[in-house]
């Protein structure tokens, strides 16, 4: 880490930033700094050649922690993120099971299973997390929005045959409940009052599973069809009121659907930006 004190920074003396504009102008020879050497990101921001430790000095983040108010610096306190390891299931529930396990050994502390409608039964769940610990690694399941509701009970079967029933509300998952984006990748038109329907009984299906996010909104199919920073933050945004007012009709509790929402964003090249766009999100 850089210290001020060091002897190498030391032996060099302090330049400031006039000296090095009065550089970089006489480099330019006469061309405009700001064309030259300014850019703009896609999200409008201007982005100059070199930044100095005054260009911070009155911003508030310096002087925030993460998980502190404002929370500018994030919401977390610390740095655990899950580590995610997505098992194909192909037909074969065996091999699928001893992959999650093999990632689990790896260091993975989540897991994501994609399973078609006419896979899903209380023998496929036993068999996929067989050997895996519940209550210590986050499980994420995906499949069509008409058996999520179904899944979910299953699961809940499941769970409570496995010892779990005095600690359902450790468990932390995922069912990714979101029509929207089978909207936007293939085109399919859903009725919204049925999808209500669906998105209830999910919910409620998972009732004691307070650690499980139900519905999904997959702003990364966003980023991923070109989506600058600002839009896929807006879009994803009025996609989660979306859902959210969807539920509230539906006559769930406020509170109870907002806690169930799960936002999936993407990770574009832009590490700095990527970053604020998490954390303003």
């Given at each position: 880490m850089y210290n001020k004190k060091e002897p190498?920074?030391?032996?060099?003396?302090?330049?400031?930033?006039?000296?090095?504009?009065?550089?970089?102008?006489?480099?330019l020879k006469g061309a405009d700094f700001?064309?030259?050497?300014?850019?703009?990101?896609?999200?409008?921001?201007?982005?100059?050649?070199?930044?100095?430790?005054?260009?911070?000095?009155?911003?508030?983040?310096?002087g925030v922690l993460p998980g502190e108010f404002?929370?500018?610096?994030?919401?977390?306190?610390?740095?655990?993120?899950?580590?995610?390891?997505?098992?194909p299931i192909d037909g074969d529930v065996k091999k699928a099971n001893a992959k999650a396990l093999d990632a689990i050994e790896g260091g993975a502390t989540s897991l994501g299973f994609c399973l078609q409608k006419e896979q899903i039964n209380s023998d496929l769940i036993a068999v996929l997390l067989n050997g895996i610990q519940a209550n210590s690694i986050e499980l994420n399941f995906r499949t069509c929005i008409d058996a999520s509701?179904?899944?979910?009970?299953?699961?809940?079967?499941?769970?409570?045959?496995?010892?779990?029933?005095?600690?359902?509300?450790?468990?932390?998952?995922?069912?990714?409940?979101?029509?929207i984006t089978r909207i936007l990748l293939k085109g399919r038109d859903y009725d919204k009052d049925a999808i209500a329907v669906k998105a209830k009984a999910t919910v409620e299906a998972a009732a004691g599973l307070s650690g499980y996010r139900i519905v999904g909104v997959g702003a990364a199919v966003l980023n991923n069809a070109g989506a600058y920073i600002t839009q896929e933050l807006g879009y994803a945004l009025a996609w989660g009121v979306e859902y959210l007012n969807l539920l509230i009709d539906a006559d769930v509790d406020a509170a109870?659907?907002?806690?169930?929402?799960?936002?999936?964003?993407?990770?574009?090249?832009?590490?700095?930006?990527?970053?604020?766009?998490?954390?303003a999100a």
């Open positions: 190498l920074f030391s032996d060099f003396p302090s330049v400031s930033t006039q000296e090095w504009m009065d550089k970089i102008t006489a480099d700001t064309k030259k050497l300014v850019w703009k990101t896609n999200e409008g921001f201007p982005v100059q050649p070199f930044y100095r430790a005054e260009d911070i000095e009155n911003l508030a983040t310096t404002p929370y500018v610096r994030g919401t977390k306190p610390d740095n655990n993120w899950f580590v995610r390891q997505d098992i509701a179904s899944l979910v009970s299953l699961l809940v079967c499941y769970f409570k045959t496995q010892g779990y029933a005095d600690k359902m509300d450790k468990l932390q998952g995922s069912i990714d409940f979101d029509p109870e659907a907002a806690q169930r929402i799960r936002f999936n964003f993407g990770v574009g090249g832009n590490y700095f930006l990527e970053i604020a766009k998490f954390r």
